[in-house]
């Protein structure tokens, strides 16, 4: 019976995989020839902006974006903004060079080669060779639904990933080019605002100033980037975000929808959830900051990011990719392996039938979370260790 319940979960995990690696394949292997899906997907706000900043014209312009888009093919009620900050401009700008069209199939490809950068590096850290699965594992992470949405789409929450990626592997070896790499995870600095603090508080605390300078060379080379590329970006980013509707837009996580349910208006409302988190991140950081580990502890912080962020899409959840891979390292249960699977396949039907807006997305972090600290066994030396540790505070 035991085996059997296995055999299942090993089954399941495999038809999720399966069919989000199919979807992908058929999506990148039309994409060249679809000018209706190159234009309707987020790339389109990506490859307008880089077309603007090629002209040397404002890539936040309402108009412009507009006519360059339904040029394009865009159909939708609104034109698309790029809503990453201003540093992130300079990585549009290649697109400017090329049609919509041309550029669309690339950009996937550099969003897919990045996933499964991040995914082997994330492997190398927490794969068991041992295990007689652990070949398949890794799967988990290359077919996990939001990353190839990412994909699909042409989103960047992938570059997020593969800082974070990035800052595991490097954390001790080369703390300057781990702090360095931090730079990605700052194009959406809102999805990672308890881990930023706890980050902080442990540099400080380890006098590990190698990764902060790490960090703040490449915060000022990417700014010092796009002044170069656009001087004016970011006097057109504050007037952008003055003057535009698209922080009241509803998106499915938790502080949008504290927002929406007590005062739609009050924007500052969709931040309380993830300053409340901080709050409670550098409180569990503090007992263990002689043994902390961003690996193991790290894991359990973004989830938490995640969870608490103030906004954000199905997508941006790619962030979790390194918690999922660990648990499922450390995991031997086939039971708990199913019970992931559902969440894929579940994931999978969402996202090809419920708007990105859909409030039907707000199961997706939760449930993650709660996997993870179901499926993950608990450090065995963790008591003995706080013990000893919290003496010395």
Request: aromatic share 12%.
């Amino acid at each position: 019976m035991v085996k059997n319940d296995r055999d299942f979960g090993v089954m399941l995990m495999a038809l999720a995989c399966a069919l989000a690696a199919l979807f992908t394949v058929l999506f990148l292997t039309t994409l060249p020839f679809n000018r209706a899906v190159v234009a309707r997907r987020d790339y389109i706000t990506y490859w307008a902006t880089g077309y603007q900043l090629v002209h040397h014209a404002n890539p936040y312009n309402p108009a412009a974006l507009n006519r360059l888009e339904r040029d394009a093919g865009f159909t939708g009620g609104t034109p698309y903004f790029m809503r990453n900050v201003p540093w992130a401009l300079p990585l549009a700008l290649p697109l400017g060079y090329f049609s919509a069209q041309a550029a669309a199939l690339p950009w996937s490809l550099v969003m897919l080669g990045l996933l499964l950068a991040s995914v082997r590096i994330v492997w190398s850290l927490v794969g068991t060779a041992g295990s007689p699965w652990s070949s398949q594992l890794i799967w988990l992470g290359i077919c996990f639904p939001p990353a190839l949405d990412c994909v699909i789409l042409g989103q960047t929450s992938v570059l997020l990933l593969f800082g974070l990626a990035l800052f595991l592997r490097l954390r001790r070896s080369h703390p300057f080019a781990a702090g360095a790499a931090l730079w990605l995870c700052s194009l959406k600095p809102h999805l990672l605002l308890p881990f930023g603090v706890v980050l902080l508080a442990s540099m400080v605390i380890s006098r590990r100033y190698r990764i902060m300078a790490g960090a703040a060379t490449a915060m000022a080379a990417g700014a010092l980037l796009t002044t170069l590329v656009d001087p004016t970006a970011w006097r057109d980013y504050a007037h952008y975000m003055r003057t535009s509707v698209i922080t009241r837009e509803f998106t499915p996580y938790l502080g949008d929808l504290i927002r929406d349910s007590i005062r739609p208006s009050a924007e500052w409302l969709a931040f309380v959830p993830a300053a409340l988190a901080c709050v409670g991140a550098l409180a569990w950081f503090w007992p263990r900051r002689h043994t902390w580990d961003w690996l193991e502890d790290g894991s359990l912080l973004v989830l938490v990011s995640l969870l608490a962020a103030p906004f954000g899409w199905v997508f941006d959840l790619s962030l979790a990719i390194p918690a999922l891979l660990l648990a499922a390292a450390q995991n031997t249960s086939k039971l708990a392996l199913a019970a992931l699977a559902a969440i894929y396949l579940l994931i999978e039907f969402q996202v090809n039938r419920f708007d990105m807006h859909s409030k039907t997305y707000l199961w997706v972090a939760p449930a993650l979370l709660a996997w993870f600290l179901l499926a993950r066994p608990a450090r065995a030396a963790e008591k003995t260790q706080l013990a000893p540790a919290a003496a010395q505070s």
